[in-house]
């Protein structure tokens, strides 16, 4: 049973379940970076009654956030039929509409909580506006998607107003009736005629438009994810002035009563709030953290890199933290390993395996040749090891050039990881994990969900999703519980259309790190004393 209403100390998965690590003795856990308040930020609106809603696309999750006591609500739990919210509108009744952007689906939330379908078929559907009338507007992120006015009623068909849209996200209905909307990519802004589908370019020059909404004074403001500017525009005149001034990655903003801009950020669920018709920030609602994190790897002796699913996100040992790319730059990530200084390999979540220069913050092919991954992980200070839906280890170094494969035995590998002499792999679904050392092979089997693997100086160790717990493996195949009750996997069980992957890695002198993908924290591993 989650709690209802949670004060601004309690993390994302704190929400659902107690977070009590318990060490068996001669063990210490530390956390290097801190738990995460949501799971990331999308859509932020306000609803009737003065709370921020926020849509929590990788999460499955919606909250919203109370101005007055500074708490959060849960308003669709993980485990509720609202899957990969990304955009949320209120109607004059209250009734929410929120699209589902991997689900394709358009939702709805009424005021007493009662969940109902408004549209379906409508994949990577992104932005969605209520406008003065009570129209309901809604557009995809995807290239050839379309901008369509849908109905209260499920059993109408979505009206088409402009089809073959590029890349459009979040939109609104301005003052003249005109729906406004965008190209992420090109950076120009589109205004469009409900009714007859006429549209017109009416700003341009952006760098990756996230959003589009109108201010109190009636201006166009426009979101910059490319460089975390918000910009008002005066259509009558032209004029262009700087609204706020935040980071990289920007998703959402809305108004509230008093004219507060509010800014919410997809790479780390940031939200903070601007004060009226000032570029400065006077409250923050969500600090900001990891969604994932999804995998980690090595950059130096301070820091690590860690795959986010929507960035790639630099973690200092002393907590600091730094987007170094984001999602325009690569694909879904959802696992990462060091091949060079600032080379490393991504995997996305649809198996793609690429290079990822992080100097330049760009991507691209890792090598023709390498077959669709199911994991990634460390092998060595400048190689990788590549799981595969068939059961293979492909060691791999830099340019992709394979340097060995190995067979496993396992159906399919989830979790893989190898340090000199010594490889694992794991198949969570079938509960087995492989350890190849010194040239024999020893495969360890239970009731248990190995989604992580690691090998820290000489020795296994495996995260167990099920029993929220690392364990080391000894030689002989033996499991010993190091740390239990740690924030892995989802706190609930639910329907999971997005990532969830604990993650280790081994920091030569940091001990062991345990990516605790729940509630966004790493969390440190070492001996007592």
């Known amino acids: 049973m989650f709690t209802s209403e949670a004060g601004p100390q309690t993390s994302r998965y704190e929400m659902y379940r107690d977070v009590r690590p318990i060490c068996v003795p001669g063990w210490q856990l530390d956390t290097v970076h801190r738990p995460a ?10 609803d009737p009654n003065g709370r921020l809603w926020i849509t929590e696309l990788v999460g499955n999750q919606i909250s919203s956030w109370d101005p007055r006591t500074d708490r959060l609500r849960i308003e669709s739990a993980l485990d509720s039929p609202i899957n990969t919210p990304d955009d949320v509108a209120f109607d004059s009744a209250g009734n929410a509409y929120i699209t589902t952007m991997h689900d394709g689906c358009v939702m709805g939330i009424r005021p007493g909580g009662e969940v109902f379908t408004v549209a379906e078929q409508r994949p990577e559907n992104n932005g969605v506006t209520v406008g003065p009338s009570g129209r309901i507007f809604v557009d995809q992120m995807r290239p050839g998607g379309q901008l369509v006015e849908i109905y209260r009623d499920p059993a109408r068909t979505p009206r088409v107003i402009l089809p073959e849209l590029d890349w459009a996200n979040a939109l609104e209905q301005g003052p003249d009736g005109r729906v406004y909307l965008q190209h992420f990519f090109e950076g120009y802004v589109l205004a469009v005629d409900p009714d007859s589908g006429d549209a017109e370019r009416v700003a341009e020059g952006f760098d990756l438009i996230s959003a589009v909404r109108f201010d109190p004074r009636g201006r166009l ?13 005066d259509l009558s005149t032209g004029e262009r002035s700087r609204l706020a001034t935040s980071v990289r990655g920007l998703d959402n903003c809305a108004f509230d009563a008093a004219g507060h801009l ?24 969500s600090e900001g953290g990891l969604v994932g994190p999804y995998g980690m790897a090595y950059r130096d002796s301070a820091s690590i890199v860690c795959a986010d699913f929507m960035s790639v996100v630099r973690v200092g040992l002393d907590g600091s933290s730094e987007a170094l790319s984001h999602l325009a730059n690569h694909p879904y990530i959802v696992g990462i390993a060091r091949l060079g200084e600032s080379s490393y390999a991504g995997l996305a979540e649809g ?20 077959p669709s991954a199911s994991a990634l992980g460390p092998a060595g200070p400048r190689t990788a090891v590549l799981g595969t839906p068939t059961g293979e280890a492909l060691t791999v170094g830099s340019g992709g050039r394979v340097l060995a494969t190995v067979p496993t035995g396992l159906a399919k590998v989830g979790a893989v990881a190898a340090a000199r002499d010594i490889l694992v792999a794991a198949d969570p679904d079938a509960g087995q994990v492989m350890v190849r050392a010194e040239g024999h092979v020893r495969t360890v089997t239970g009731r248990w969900r190995p989604a992580a693997v690691g090998v ?35 706190p609930v069980e639910g329907r999971r259309t997005t990532a969830r992957r604990p993650s280790l890695l081994s920091v030569p002198g940091h001990g062991l790190l345990v990516g605790c993908d729940g509630d966004g924290s790493i969390r440190r591993l070492s001996a007592a004393g």
């Open 221 to 233: 403001v426009v979101l910059e994810s490319g460089t975390g500017a918000v910009t008002a525009v």
């Open 351 to 370: 198996g793609e395996v690429f290079d990822l220069d992080l100097s330049r913050t760009v991507s691209g092919p890792l090598s023709a040749d390498l």
């Open 37 to 46: 308040r949501t799971f990331g930020s999308c859509g932020i609106q306000f």
């Open 262 to 285: 509010y800014v919410s950020h997809y790479v780390s669920g940031r939200i903070v709030r601007f004060e009226a018709g000032v570029d400065r920030v006077d409250k923050v609602i």
């Open 456 to 490: 820290h100086e000489g020795q296994v160790y495996v995260v167990d999703e099920i029993g929220r717990a690392v364990e080391r493996i000894s030689p002989g195949g033996a499991r010993e519980v190091v740390v239990s009750g740690l924030p892995v996997g989802f």
